[in-house]
Each structure stands twice: as C-alpha cells, then as structure tokens.
C-alpha cells in the first residue's frame, strides 16, 4: 500500500530475492522464468504507479508532515486532487 511509503528502489531486490527462494525451492526452469517474469511485470506497474499516480495527500501522508497534509486536503476537492 503507498501509505506504507515503501521506496521504490527497494522492489528490484524485492523480486530479485523472491526469485532466489524460487531457485533454491526448484530446477524448474520454465516455471522459474514465469515467476521472474510475472514479478517483474508486477513490480513495474507498481512503481509505475506509485511514482505517477500519487496524488499529494498521499504524498504528504508519506512524509508524515501535519502541515503538508492540511494544505493537500485544502487545496483541491477529493475529486480533483490526482489530477
């Protein structure tokens, strides 16, 4: 969850290590080839979509800063903040 304000630069070793368990786990190159390929598609979209699709009440819930926050809620109505 983008609340949770995990940085993005940590779901590469992410998948990279889940890949590794799936190596340790098997000799199933097919299905090792799938697992990093669909975790790879996932972690894409999701940095892709943490990075584009924050609006900045998330972004000022992230930083944690009372002040950022009341002026993101301020500044645009719920429907217009992502725009």
């Known amino acids: 969850h983008v609340g949770y304000g995990i940085p993005t630069e940590l779901f590469g070793p992410f998948v990279t290590a889940c890949i590794q368990v799936m190596i340790?786990?098997?000799?199933?190159?097919?299905?090792?080839?799938?697992?990093?390929?669909?975790?790879?598609?996932?972690?894409?979209?999701?940095?892709?979509?943490i990075n584009e699709g924050s609006t900045i009440v998330m972004k000022a819930i992230n930083v944690n800063s009372d002040a950022m926050l009341k002026k993101a809620v301020g500044c645009a109505p719920r429907g217009q903040r992502a725009q």
Do not use: H, N, P, Y
């Open 24 to 49: 340790s786990i098997t000799d199933d190159e097919t299905a090792i080839e799938a697992f990093r390929w669909s975790l790879g598609l996932i972690s894409k979209m999701l940095v892709e979509t």
